[in-house]
């Protein structure tokens, strides 16, 4: 391990200590938000919910992600009842939701906007919004008037007005500055019904752990017949198969892996140089033939034998004729050097020049000097070019 990793160890110790110590530290922050999400324990969150409406329902409930519209493309059920939460729901759904109940399932919308046109098929125009910090939801029943919850953290204020004539309201909304404005209504719609409650935080953690507010709760649903219930959930209420859910989840965990990437980073950063090992130099393989032809030539030079030197280069120079220029080399006469001359195009004093030479090698008892077999080796080259 060189000293530079070992500061960038330290470093990185000190920085995950300082934060550890933050962390525990750290006051917990509320998440207020209104995510509605079966699965968040967050005030706004419908965890509590989600683990009481099987009893709700005496476990005839049946929970799906899948868009109504979807879901009635594939399924052909007989009249049930519809459970909708606070649901991001396109038209067409909404519509197969309506076709349900014409056919005489039974619908319970707990929403706080859906699209016009929808609202108009059902029987009101518009849902009107106050800014009180508080209210209070009633039922109209007489038999259910000591059953209300009071809203005290952002109650939406949403409610109902140019409400139809077949409209039936069965829960309000009061405020001390404003009318009470109704919240809850049914509507018969063909065959079935359908119930809209346009003020969902009631059935949210923070106000079913309240004590009494879950009678509320029990009253809304009880209008619902005893049949199966569908619930359309959020898609995004599928649990995410993302290998890093666990670690992104839970906030420690999550801060915790972004210092780390973090610092892999800065690592990787500080340590940008170029770093390679030694480039080993590769000699060039030796050209042996070179070596050995300088060798035998040095030989030659040293012994001083140049009547041999001038025999080899003779043979060589008569085999490379009768290899490339195909001439028969059994007669050095003036034939030979008839063709010899036609085949290399030189002139024929410089072919009997060579001829002469060549003769002069055979003789095994010429007297052959250092210059001859200079001037010999230049003119048979100069040939064979």
């Not at 950063?269 to 050995?292: H, M």
């Amino acid at each position: 391990m060189n000293k530079t990793f070992k500061i960038y160890a330290i470093l990185f110790i000190i920085v995950m200590v300082i934060l550890a110590l933050l962390e525990v530290n750290k006051k917990e922050i509320t998440d207020w938000r209104k995510n509605f999400d079966i699965n968040e324990k967050s005030p706004f969150g419908l965890y509590i919910f989600n683990q009481e409406i099987k009893d709700l329902f005496k476990n005839n409930l049946k929970k799906t992600s899948e868009s109504p519209f979807d879901y009635y493309n594939k399924n052909k059920k007989s009249p049930h009842n519809i459970l909708v939460v606070e649901n991001d729901i396109d038209v067409p759904s909404w519509k197969k939701i309506l076709d349900e109940v014409s056919h005489g399932s039974d619908a319970m919308l707990i929403v706080s906007n859906m699209p016009k046109d929808i609202s108009d098929s059902i029987g009101f125009y518009d849902s009107e919004i106050s800014f009180d910090e508080q209210n209070v939801l009633k039922l109209t029943d007489k038999k259910y008037q000591n059953d209300f919850i009071e809203l005290d953290k952002f109650p939406s204020g949403r409610g109902f007005s140019y409400i139809k004539p077949n409209v039936e309201v069965l829960g309000k909304t009061v405020e001390k500055e404003n009318d009470d404005q109704a919240n809850f209504i049914k509507v018969k719609f063909g065959k079935g019904n359908i119930y809209v409650h346009s003020e969902p935080l009631f059935l949210t953690n923070y106000y079913l752990l309240k004590p009494g507010n879950v009678k509320y709760a029990a009253d809304v649903f009880s209008y619902l017949d005893d049949k199966e219930t569908v619930w359309f959930v959020e898609s995004s209420t599928k649990e995410s198969q993302f290998f890093m859910r666990f670690i992104l989840s839970k906030p420690a965990l999550k801060y915790a892996w972004w210092v780390l990437l973090g610092g892999l980073l800065l690592f990787i950063f500080f340590n940008a140089k170029r770093k390679q090992r030694i480039v080993p130099i590769v000699e060039p393989l030796r050209n042996t033939s070179v070596d050995f032809v300088k060798s035998i030539g040095n030989l030659y030079l040293q012994e001083g034998d140049f009547h041999d030197m001038m025999v080899k280069k003779a043979q060589y120079f008569l085999n490379k004729v009768r290899l490339d220029l195909l001439i028969d080399t059994q007669n050095l006469d003036e034939e030979f050097a008839k063709k010899l001359q036609l085949k290399t195009g030189k002139t024929m004093e410089m072919i009997d020049e060579a001829i002469n030479f060549i003769k002069k090698a055979q003789d095994p008892y010429a007297h052959v000097l250092k210059e001859d077999l200079a001037k010999m080796n230049k003119l048979l080259d100069e040939i064979l070019k």
